[in-house]
């Protein structure tokens, strides 16, 4: 008898529809499963025929087979434990063949017929919603998959509870509550800093590429870290986006799921797949778990020469996309890059106190590491010196705090939101036309840096709520990119 | 008693125990070219292939080793062969193995292992 379950695979945040297709005849004993099925899906033979046993149901001592379609997708994962034992199941006739006419399944089983929860549940439940069927999968993931709009999700703990019939439909649970966004680091807490507190703001306002250039311990890494307090919550949509690649890289989306930004510090020794996703299967990488919040990058310049320039294509694109031989993966990127590093290697360039060790050839070699490319995308680069020591020892308070800084960067981007559609070209006036005009000649700027100096000059004028962009403001954006061309 | 004397004793004991289990023996040591089937038993509607083995000491492994997977291939396709000369066509087969250990003259441990393996 046959009998088909439909169920999804993983690529990249989709969950593109399998049919699980059970086939049990006569003839020589056999549990076979093909469908282009990588070794943890081959490994469900063995959990299923244990679960099934375990749970009290039969397992045919027949020749049963097992297609995954269509056959040329590459499967992977133990999501098709679920699937193949109810198609099994219904195959045998121990449970009725139309049970899954309109109802896909995906989990893990453990040997005593539980069902566990698998990587991307967020995705499957999308892709369930999307081709209007219910979901049949693992009680754990009934909260996460919740975040689905009118998703008809039907949780299940055990294989052996489905005997009675399919679990109730639960559908959407409410919104996840907003969660109290959670910076480690408070900019009252930070003595001194204040242009650099100031470039925060914009580049949270705007979602701007941030570079903190400064001598050992001038506190880069702690403004980086305060950068999480200041972002703003995220939309519905960007919450369901963020969650989904939290959700296929395995990890717990729920977070995401509350608004919270993610904010993600790899250190410099990953590698090109570990910062823009890669592997077998493909996983996304830091820059994709970093979508719609921060990526930092501490000492920018010691990552491997590939790795940096390996973030162009996907800064630009806000997507990544990986070419492998099994297919092209997409991982969605949209990040505000902030990243930090020394001026030189000794790392005292330019400062007051201390000498310079380096010679001029040395420090032009190790500003090269980045590369004009990369320079380019950093909208806001500035330079984080040492602070006058009176001020952490007496510890007076700082101007400036979080709270305040976040109320101007939410105003901002209301601001932004609020005002008429008009490109920033058109809303230039006169003088600011003149200032960028000679100032990007001076500089030699490039094309893309000149678009990007126009955005920050943008974000700058919604900050002071400005229609216009004036002159001051394309000033205040231009002095943002001086550390580069030094 | 040499090697294939308790083989065949062996055999004898495990032909007994399916019957007394309601099995009809159909087939004693049936041989092609390649090979040999040691019992071949119905058991309801399922047609049974059973491989017996019988040690009269451990120093070689236990019994179920001597049913390793290279064996296990091997009747696997004798078994198909038994079943086209046979002219037994759709039908449930089911591989079992019946392993002997024999303790004395005359007390031995029988196992039999249901559905021991099937055809990969």
Same mark, same amino acid.
């Given at each position: ?167 109730? +439909? ?68 960007? +919450? ?93 990127? +949209? ?47 500035? +330079? ?103 | 008693?040499?090697?294939? &004397? ?92 019946? &392993? ?21």
């Amino acid at each position: 008898m046959q009998a088909t379950v439909p169920t999804g695979t993983l690529v990249g945040v989709d969950a593109v529809p399998v049919e699980v297709q059970a086939d049990v005849s006569a003839g020589l004993p056999l549990f076979g499963i093909v469908g282009l099925a990588d070794a943890a899906v081959m490994e469900a033979r063995d959990r299923v025929r244990a679960a099934l046993r375990s749970s009290g149901y039969d397992f045919p001592n027949a020749r049963v087979i097992v297609n995954l379609a269509p056959a040329p997708l590459r499967k992977h994962g133990t999501g098709f434990d679920l699937p193949i034992a109810l198609a099994v199941l219904c195959a045998t006739g121990q449970l009725p063949t139309e049970t899954f006419s309109n109802v896909s399944a995906v989990g893990e089983l453990g040997l005593d017929g539980s069902v566990r929860s698998v990587p991307g549940m967020l995705a499957h439940a999308v892709a369930a919603n999307g081709r209007g069927m219910d979901l049949l999968g693992p009680a754990a993931a009934a909260d996460v998959v919740g975040a689905v709009p009118e998703l008809r999700y039907r949780p299940v703990d055990s294989i052996g509870a489905v005997r009675a019939g399919l679990p109730g +439909r639960r559908s959407h649970t409410s919104d996840a509550p907003a969660a109290d966004v959670q910076a480690d680091v408070d900019l009252a807490d930070i003595a001194g800093h204040e242009t650099a507190k100031r470039c925060l703001e914009i580049a949270a306002a705007g979602g701007h590429n941030l570079l903190l250039v400064g001598p050992p311990g001038s506190g880069k890494t702690m403004l980086a870290r305060a950068m999480c307090g200041l972002l703003p919550p995220l939309t519905p949509n960007e +919450r369901l986006e963020a969650a989904l690649v939290q959700s296929v890289a395995g990890r717990d989306p729920r977070a995401s799921l509350a608004g919270v930004r993610p904010f993600r510090a790899p250190h410099h020794s990953c590698s090109i797949a570990g910062l823009v996703g890669g592997g077998t299967p493909p996983l996304p990488g830091e820059i994709s778990l970093a979508h719609t919040g921060v990526l930092f990058l501490d000492e920018f310049p010691e990552f491997g020469p590939a790795t940096l320039q390996s973030l162009r294509q996907p800064l630009e694109e806000g997507a990544v996309t990986l070419v492998r031989a099994c297919g092209v993966v997409r991982y969605p990127s +949209r990040v505000t890059l902030v990243a930090a590093m020394n001026p030189c290697r000794c790392g005292y360039q330019g400062d007051p106190a201390r000498s310079c060790s380096c010679s001029s050839p040395m420090i032009a070699q190790y500003k090269a590491r980045i590369g004009g490319p990369l320079y380019d995308r950093m909208d806001l680069s500035i +330079r984080v010196d040492r602070i006058d020591p009176s001020l952490l020892i007496d510890e007076i308070a700082s101007p400036s705090s979080t709270e305040a800084a976040r109320a101007r960067v939410l105003a901002a981007r209301e601001f932004g939101r609020s005002r008429p559609p008009v490109g920033v070209r058109a809303s230039l006036t006169r003088s600011a036309r003149h200032l960028l005009e000679a100032g990007a000649r001076g500089a030699s700027l490039s094309g893309r840096a000149v678009t990007r100096l126009l955005g920050v000059a943008r974000t700058i004028a919604d900050m002071s709520a400005s229609a216009r962009v004036e002159e001051e403001h394309v000033g205040e954006a231009l002095g943002y990119r001086a550390w580069e061309y030094q | 008693m040499d090697r294939s &004397t308790i083989g065949a004793r062996g055999e004898d004991a495990a032909a007994g125990y399916l019957e007394r289990c309601g099995m009809q023996v159909i087939d004693r040591n049936w041989r092609d070219g390649r090979g040999e089937l040691d019992i071949v038993a119905i058991d309801g509607e399922t047609l049974v292939i059973c491989e017996v083995k019988t040690r009269a000491s451990e120093s070689k492994g236990t019994p179920e080793d001597a049913v390793s997977p290279a064996k296990q291939k091997r009747l696997v396709r004798l078994a198909r062969s038994y079943m086209a000369s046979a002219g037994i066509g759709s039908t449930n087969v089911r591989f079992d193995a019946i &392993t002997i250990r024999v303790l004395s003259d005359d007390r031995a441990l029988l196992r039999h292992h249901r559905a021991a393996f099937e055809a990969e």
